[in-house]
């Protein structure tokens, strides 16, 4: 126990600089510790009550009123992150959203839409995520609040929750492609970015990856408009259909819950006016139980690239999956109870911290380097 308070002390003390104040630094070491403890929830007062505090003043006021630097603890987290598990040859930024189901209608950019941690039209909150992906773990380390445009179009409310003035509106796939310009922009060690088909349909973002030579495998619907080598447009259903029997490899895409994923796989080149350095290829991944059930994917990367490359970084999208139930279940991602647009950002921001520092117990443990025991209380 006491070598995992030294071990904590350690990795607040890495975040000390964006505190000011002794009283912010202590309080985010306290909210940190809270959200790594065994509480049923964590918000502010329980937070408080597992710091020793008698009310949560103390708490709010870390996240709403105290000067600290949210965006700068941001890139430390990520710096931790890419210390622990980076790894350029390999390493995979996946590209995904989740939902917070909130009551009311104060809550930044909070409104009735789509939340698929639900599965249904919710009241909620959706955040866009960037993770990390190598064969060392995998982490959050990019976060951004989407706005829907009934709040961007009322300056109004958008006051009333703090949002900034020159906050606009941005589509996540446009919110997603600034946290992948960041992480280009802080030398991240990646090779290739993944996501499903809220991002790959999307032809401005994967022209912009292309364009920054940033190699993808992006899902994309059944529909999807190809250029097949032909100089023909067609949808890439149509064109996985001619695919011959004997194309078909059987590989896993990584392990699951219930051990290997195993699918059937195709590649088919596309895009024959291309750049010799690069590849255009379509990807599908075919059910081994029911031949009907396809996915397809876009992908753009060096040329030569095989077939199993390809496969790895389709399956390395369900990390991030990982990653939200780890965050959500452990370190509080959605536990809080905050209106602002800052509050927002500075809660997830700290889930984020105390889930690297869980990564990096985690390394610690497989180096086979001292226990850290049940909690950091």
Same mark, same amino acid.
């Given at each position: 126990?006491?070598?995992?308070?030294?071990?904590?002390?350690?990795?607040?003390?890495?975040?000390?600089?964006?505190?000011? @104040?002794?009283?912010?630094?202590?309080?985010?070491?306290?909210?940190?510790?809270?959200?790594?403890?065994?509480?049923?929830?964590?918000?502010?007062?329980? #937070?408080?009550?597992?710091?020793?505090?008698?009310?949560?003043?103390?708490?709010?006021?870390?996240? %709403? =009123?105290?000067?600290?630097?949210?965006?700068?603890?941001?890139?430390?987290?990520?710096?931790?992150?890419?210390?622990?598990?980076?790894?350029?040859?390999?390493?995979?930024?996946?590209?995904?959203?989740?939902?917070?189901?909130?009551?009311?209608?104060?809550?930044?950019?909070?409104?009735?839409?789509?939340?698929?941690?639900?599965?249904?039209?919710? %009241?909620?909150?959706?955040?866009?995520?960037?993770?990390?992906?190598?064969?060392?773990?995998?982490?959050?380390?990019? @976060?951004?609040?989407? #706005?829907? @445009?009934?709040?961007?179009? +009322?300056?109004?409310?958008?006051?009333?929750?703090? /949002?900034?003035?020159?906050?606009?509106?941005?589509?996540?796939?446009?919110?997603?492609?600034?946290?992948?310009?960041?992480?280009?922009?802080?030398?991240?060690?990646?090779?290739?970015?993944?996501?499903?088909?809220?991002?790959?349909?999307?032809?401005?973002?994967?022209?912009?990856?292309?364009?920054?030579?940033?190699?993808?495998?992006?899902?994309?619907?059944?529909?999807?408009?190809?250029?097949?080598?032909?100089?023909?447009?067609? @949808?890439?259903?149509?064109?996985?259909?001619?695919?011959?029997?004997?194309?078909?490899?059987? /590989?896993?895409?990584?392990?699951?819950?219930?051990?290997?994923?195993?699918?059937?796989?195709?590649?088919?080149?596309?895009?024959?006016?291309?750049?010799?350095?690069?590849?255009?290829?379509?990807?599908?991944?075919?059910?081994?139980? +029911?031949?009907?059930?396809?996915?397809?994917?876009?992908?753009?990367?060096?040329?030569?690239?095989?077939?199993?490359?390809?496969?790895?970084?389709?399956?390395?999208?369900?990390?991030?999956?990982?990653?939200?139930?780890?965050?959500? %279940?452990?370190?509080?991602?959605?536990?809080?109870?905050?209106?602002?647009?800052?509050?927002?950002?500075?809660?997830?921001?700290? =889930?984020?911290?105390?889930?690297?520092? #869980?990564?990096?117990?985690?390394?610690?443990?497989?180096?086979?380097?001292?226990?850290?025991?049940?909690?950091?209380?």
């Amino acid at each position: 126990m006491q070598q995992w308070a030294g071990a904590f002390t350690a990795f607040c003390g890495r975040f000390a600089a964006r505190f000011p @104040r002794v009283e912010s630094r202590r309080r985010m070491a306290g909210y940190v510790r809270g959200l790594l403890g065994e509480l049923e929830r964590k918000n502010g007062w329980s #937070l408080a009550e597992a710091a020793g505090d008698t009310g949560p003043e103390g708490m709010q006021r870390l996240l %709403n =009123s105290y000067s600290w630097d949210t965006d700068g603890l941001r890139d430390d987290v990520r710096a931790v992150v890419i210390e622990a598990i980076g790894a350029p040859e390999a390493g995979v930024l996946i590209v995904d959203e989740t939902g917070f189901l909130k009551k009311g209608t104060r809550s930044a950019g909070v409104a009735r839409q789509y939340s698929g941690t639900a599965g249904r039209i919710e %009241n909620c909150q959706i955040g866009v995520f960037l993770a990390y992906a190598s064969g060392g773990g995998r982490a959050l380390i990019d @976060r951004e609040l989407y #706005l829907p @445009r009934a709040w961007t179009e +009322d300056r109004a409310r958008c006051a009333a929750a703090k /949002i900034p003035q020159d906050r606009d509106f941005a589509t996540k796939p446009q919110l997603a492609q600034a946290m992948i310009e960041r992480a280009l922009q802080a030398r991240v060690p990646f090779a290739w970015v993944t996501a499903d088909e809220a991002y790959g349909q999307v032809g401005a973002l994967r022209l912009w990856l292309e364009r920054h030579g940033v190699a993808h495998v992006l899902a994309v619907p059944k529909s999807q408009a190809v250029i097949s080598m032909d100089l023909r447009q067609r @949808r890439a259903h149509t064109v996985i259909a001619e695919v011959a029997p004997q194309a078909w490899q059987r /590989i896993s895409c990584g392990d699951g819950a219930h051990g290997r994923r195993l699918y059937d796989w195709a590649v088919v080149d596309i895009r024959p006016l291309r750049d010799p350095r690069y590849g255009h290829w379509l990807l599908a991944r075919r059910s081994v139980s +029911d031949r009907t059930e396809i996915a397809y994917y876009l992908c753009f990367g060096p040329a030569g690239t095989a077939i199993p490359e390809l496969v790895r970084v389709a399956g390395s999208r369900w990390a991030i999956e990982e990653c939200f139930q780890t965050a959500k %279940n452990e370190t509080g991602l959605d536990h809080y109870q905050v209106r602002d647009y800052t509050a927002w950002y500075r809660h997830i921001t700290l =889930s984020m911290a105390a889930a690297a520092f #869980l990564l990096l117990i985690h390394q610690d443990e497989k180096k086979g380097g001292p226990s850290a025991g049940p909690n950091p209380s």
